[in-house]
């Protein structure tokens, strides 16, 4: 019995992560415009950065080298990220953003596949094009206008993810690396670049800050605290407790929010070919997810030892190197959300 509500705990609690995760987008378009993009996203990472340096310090561990020099390159990709992503947000519904970057489910083990060199099943591209196709019906909703700008800057958002994911692994695997201080570094380089930008572009952060009345500043403690600091904490607890699979599943569920949140309170509207989009870009993303765990857990698998010994080739390995295990889920570690 308690193991049960152990683990009942843990997913109730992966699952509000996912949730969170969901309505971030609706939350932003609550505080955002063009004119604000930058300034919003300097609110945010300046509060989320010192708060996690705060907890960091209260630790008394100090930034080593290697975190700060990967940290710093991430960072920049992450800001490009939160600036696609944001500036998308500000010309498209809260509905179509959260659906369309769920499409980094898809980019990324396209672009880990390139470059390894290992290709990816054929199920897989059938699943990708499920859901881009999903992207084009909801972008149109049934007419056969092009996308709009926001829906495009958020196809981008993705793709730099996907980026930002692999560059991660790349930077970080098999180093020792303490994940709040990589956080924290990340983190604090969005705070510079955004608050640099915010002096060239749109409103200045403390003229955005004077503008929000209670409801609005709620919402943005709401993205830093729990959006953030939470989520992070979570995950770190989580993944002591249950399976790397088990967490990927729950938090994949973002888009699934993201969906829900922009229609039931955003009251986005979308007509039956946007619904049919929705539909296909939840089911190839999840399906391609599906499809590329498997083909990574079979590549990981040792191959049979041959049984003729003139065969075997001395002093090389028979198993066959499989994909790193890198992050998928938007949000999952690896992906920051703030």
Same mark, same amino acid.
């Given at each position: ?9 843990? #997913? ?49 561990? !100090? ?87 926001? #829906? ?37 380089? !969005? ?21 929000? #009345? ?12 729990? !959006? ?47 619904? !049919? ?62």
């Amino acid at each position: 019995m308690r193991t049960f509500l152990e683990r009942f705990r843990v #997913d109730l609690l992966l699952l509000l992560v996912a949730v969170s995760w969901g309505s971030t987008y609706f939350v932003a378009k609550e505080l955002v415009s063009a004119d604000m993009v930058l300034a919003l996203l300097a609110s945010r990472m300046l509060l989320a950065a010192g708060v996690m340096a705060a907890i960091a310090g209260v630790r008394r561990k !100090c930034v080593a080298r290697t975190e700060l020099l990967a940290g710093m390159p991430i960072g920049v990709l992450l800001a490009a990220v939160f600036a696609f992503e944001t500036f998308g947000i500000a010309h498209t519904s809260a509905t179509n953003a959260g659906l369309i970057i769920s499409l980094t489910m898809v980019f990324t083990p396209i672009l880990e596949s390139v470059l390894s060199r290992r290709p990816l099943p054929g199920t897989f591209f059938a699943a990708a094009i499920l859901a881009v196709t999903g992207v084009v019906l909801l972008a149109g909703n049934g007419t056969l206008d092009p996308p709009s700008v926001g #829906d495009l800057l958020v196809v981008g958002a993705a793709i730099v993810r996907a980026v930002h994911v692999v560059s991660m692994h790349k930077l970080t695997g098999g180093k020792a690396m303490d994940s709040l201080n990589l956080t924290t570094v990340q983190l604090g380089t !969005c705070a510079l670049l955004f608050t640099a930008g915010s002096f060239v572009y749109g409103d200045s952060v403390p003229y955005y800050l004077s503008r929000l #009345d209670p409801r609005q500043g709620a919402m943005l403690l709401y993205l830093v605290l729990v !959006c953030t600091v939470f989520a992070f904490f979570i995950q770190i607890w989580a993944v002591r407790r249950t399976s790397p699979s088990r967490v990927s599943l729950l938090l994949g569920t973002e888009p699934v929010w993201a969906a829900f949140i922009g229609i039931v309170i955003a009251h986005d509207i979308i007509g039956i070919v946007g619904y !049919c989009g929705v539909a296909l870009i939840l089911a190839g993303t999840a399906w391609g997810r599906s499809v590329e765990q498997r083909h990574r857990v079979k590549e990981r698998e040792p191959q049979p030892a041959s049984s003729k010994p003139e065969e075997a080739i001395p002093g090389k390995e028979n198993a066959r190197p499989g994909f790193p295990s890198i992050p998928l889920v938007p949000g999952q570690s690896g992906k920051l959300r703030a």
